[in-house]
């Protein structure tokens, strides 16, 4: 059995609208994986944060 | 003759449960070819004769995928993997003697490397066969979450086969082998349920025999993300469905989207706009050619990312929930039962596409959320607890499927290949079963 997630997260430092759109975009802390490849897991641990 | 049948020595021997399930599968095998030819010789009879086409002919039948691959691969596709899966499934719910039940399980346990001291269950005669035992419970406490509340937890014990970020709508599979989210998910966008009624219930898509396949119309789509756009985002409080959709607008890579190439997508176009409302009607007009499932536009610029976990016949067989999120509709395409394994994932070629499945679609703290269990020919059925009318690897199920083919063959429209179902909530603000981080789902049962 598998079981495939897919979602959303950001990508990057949290900008203000104008600034966002206006001025580019801002690199910061976004999504990390806390995992590799053919890493072991169990319920619960963590796959990555925000 | 009567001596002879004094001396003779009589030993019975039991026939090996492969040979079994062998031969009652090449009947099956030899079945389906003698139904596929008669299926095929009515059609060209019908062709002939001039009877065919929508209002004479028998409409067409869900047509079975061949993958392509290997030899074995092209083995395994001939072997009637669902009927196989069924055997098999009740074979393990066949009730196992008492006192062979302890050795029996601790030689499953060794063979497949089940830690029994974190099962909640220490007394193995309490399992009447494999098959609960498979679906076993854990000791509370032996899975204890990760406490950071922005991360995203394992939902099942199991190893990691690929994990990354999404791009061009393209789900990379081990060695570059891809496939693209549409056929994942399906590519239309998901219903959700209007009505409010008491957790857990769900709302059967009464019309699931055939949708479009291609995306919503552009029109309905930005109008019904126009009044909702940029809410704060906080907790389940998220831009509504899947409208606004531009993935890497604040990062200026917009090339990375799959939008079609317009001049409205060009990025030197993207910072012009200096007013909000400007802003708005251009990215309303960019979402009308997004995918349903790109990330959605809100204050911070989001990407999609996807995990695959592979869950080994000695795991812990039952999911969890990997985030606080909202469920909001589910779909099940009855597909194949190939087997998951890594070197099939391998060699197989979209091989989560022609599996059966049930795509648990939703929204969580930063957007879309999806949540697939894969099944195998080992692991028969998914069971979803807040899902009680789920069925899959179900004969009834398949027929259904088949039924819907023909319906939509009859309408002149392609199949969809799903059947659809929205959750409804006691509060109309969450539109759809809530879940808990951690939270058990439901599981995989043999059979």
Redesign the interface.
Known sequence: ????????????Q????DE???E???EGP??E?????????????????? | LRAALRSTKVEWKPIPVGLGIASLGVLQFYRIQRREQARQEEEARQTAGGEGGQDGGKPKKRQRVRPTGPWSVQIMSTLPLKALSRLWGRFNELEIPYYLRVPGFKLYSFVFGVNLSEVSEPDLHAYPNLASFFYRTLKPGV????P?P??????????????GT?EHGE?EQVKGVTYS?DS??GSQKPKTSGTSTPSGNTTPDTNIASSPQSPQPSSERSKEGSAEV?KDDEEFAQVNGISYTLP??????LSSSTTTQTPATDQST??SPSS?SE?RADLALRASEQPW?A??FT?????????????APGD??R??S??SWVVESRRHFAGELYS?SPYL?RTLPGL?TLNERVVLLGR?R???????????TN?GSIVINFDKELRTNSLLTDTAADRAAEEAARRGEAYSGFAEATYESASPLLRGHALKR?EEMGG?QLG
């Open positions: 059995s598998t079981i495939v997630l897919v979602f959303e997260a950001p990508k990057g949290r900008p203000s609208f966002g759109y206006q580019g975009k801002r976004g999504w994986w806390n995992i590799e490849p053919g890493q072991h897991v169990k319920v619960g641990q963590a796959l990555g944060q925000v | 899975r204890p979450l990760d950071n922005h991360a995203v937890l394992s939902p099942a014990d199991g190893k990691v086969i690929q994990f999404i789900v989210l994942l998910l940029i890497n607008l604040f990062s200026g890579d993207a910072a909000e802003v499932w990330p959605s204050k911070t610029p989001t990407a999609l990312y996807y995990c695959v976990v592979y869950l812990y067989h999911f969890h990997p985030v998951v994932q989560f969580w930063w957007g879309f959320f999806s949540y697939t269990p894969v099944g195998a692991v951690g995989f």
